[in-house]
T-cell receptor, first 116, second 109 residues
Framework: GAVVSQHPSWVICKSGTSVKIECRSL??????MFWYRQFPKQSLMLMAT?????????EQGVEKDKFLINHASLTLSTLTVTSAHPEDSSFYIC????????????FGSGTQLSVL | RKEVEQDPGPFNVPEGATVAFNCTYS??????FFWYRQDCRKEPKLLMS???SGNEDGRFTAQLNRASQYISLLIRDSKLSDSATYLC??????????FGTGTSLTVIP
């Protein structure tokens, strides 16, 4: 199946710093990528939908100025958590779909962010 | 009403048991349905797509009931390695994917 690479896997940072997470589709072009956050023992929460070459669409309650998303190419989307705080500590996962009509989602391996 | 509702469990079953999960969805126009498996601190991995005709993959059987708007997953002869969280996912159209909260399964020796 399609492969989505996400890194880093783990990040520990100080409060106030910014963290960038990369999501790459390795063997397909992803016109759309999704970013999720997952707190312990909770379900995935969609944060935003990233479309190549256009602005991301954020879900209600997600601050677009805090969670910057860039989808500059068909194989790369980045999520930057700006001025991270301890409450931003979470598991962040990206997913991608090959093409506009493809059904399945393929997930990156996730990034565990811990803000001290 | 949530787009997708799923019993969070937990389900604790002995090895060899048969266990079934259900998931209901609210939008009758939903198009595609999936079961994903997620291990702790890992990404979800596609287990099965779900079709109206039902589909089977080894010990796993998935079914879709459009009239009642639910999908099911049946696991036969449970193995210890089946312990995980099982997520149902519904695609309405375009980019709209909705996730259930996940059902936790623990298979006990």
């Amino acid at each position: 199946g399609a492969v989505v690479s996400q890194h880093p896997s783990w990040v520990i940072c100080k409060s106030g710093t910014s963290v960038k997470i990369e999501c790459r589709s390795l063997d397909f072009q992803a016109t759309t990528m999704f970013w999720y956050r997952q707190f312990p023992k909770q379900s995935l929460m969609l944060m935003a939908t990233s479309n190549e070459g256009s602005k991301a669409t954020y879900e209600q309650g997600v601050e677009k100025d805090k969670f910057l998303i860039n989808h500059a190419s068909l194989t790369l989307s980045t999520l930057t958590v700006t001025s991270a705080h301890p409450e931003d500590s979470s598991f962040y996962i990206c997913s991608a779909r090959p093409g506009r009509i493809a059904e399945k989602l393929f997930f990156g391996s996730g990034t565990q962010l811990s803000v001290l | 009403r949530k787009e997708v509702e799923q019993d969070p469990g937990p389900f604790n079953v002995p090895e060899g048991a048969t266990v079934a999960f259900n998931c209901t969805y609210s939008n009758s126009a939903s198009q595609s349905f999936f079961w994903y498996r997620q291990d702790c601190r890992k990404e979800p991995k596609l287990l099965m797509s779900v079709y109206s005709s039902g589909n089977e993959d080894g010990r796993f059987t998935a079914q879709l009931n459009r009239a009642s708007q639910y999908i099911s997953l049946l696991i036969r002869d449970s193995k210890l390695s089946d312990s995980a969280t099982y997520l149902c996912v519904v695609n309405n159209w375009g980019n709209q994917f909705y996730f259930g909260t996940g059902t936790s399964l623990t298979v006990i020796p």
